[in-house]
């Protein structure tokens, strides 16, 4: 069994700035993603970091947001500039093992304009 938990969220301004960690109970190096759901919304996928460290952005965070993993903290982080209101969303850590899947709580992010 893993734990993730997810902390950083809060209010900002557009244009602003937020930093989101995720603290996992084991197993951080594995495939691990960030997602967020926006109200109304499906669930969508953010930002990926792979065992080997790759990484891959959704297109509409690509350049603003930086996901980064510290593997002796047990800790993944997403950086995240230039918000925007459409960022407004509640993000969810994720890790994935085999044919597992961990969730984290949730933390909120809101972008006011």
């Known amino acids: 069994q893993v734990q993730l938990v997810e902390s950083g969220g809060g209010l900002v301004q557009a244009g602003g700035s937020l930093r989101l960690s995720c603290v996992a109970s084991?197993?951080?190096?594995?495939?691990m993603n960030w997602y967020r759901q926006a109200p109304g919304k499906q669930r969508e996928l953010v930002a990926t970091?792979?065992?080997?460290?790759?990484?891959y952005y959704a297109d509409s965070v690509k350049g603003r947001f930086t996901i980064s993993r510290d593997v002796a903290e047990n800790t993944m982080y997403l950086q995240m500039k230039n918000l925007t209101p459409e960022d407004t969303a509640v993000y969810y850590c994720n890790l994935r093992r085999g044919a597992s899947d961990y969730w984290g709580q949730g933390t909120q992010v809101t972008v006011s304009s």
């Open positions: 970091i792979t065992i080997g460290s790759s990484t």
């Open positions: 084991r197993f951080i190096f594995n495939t």
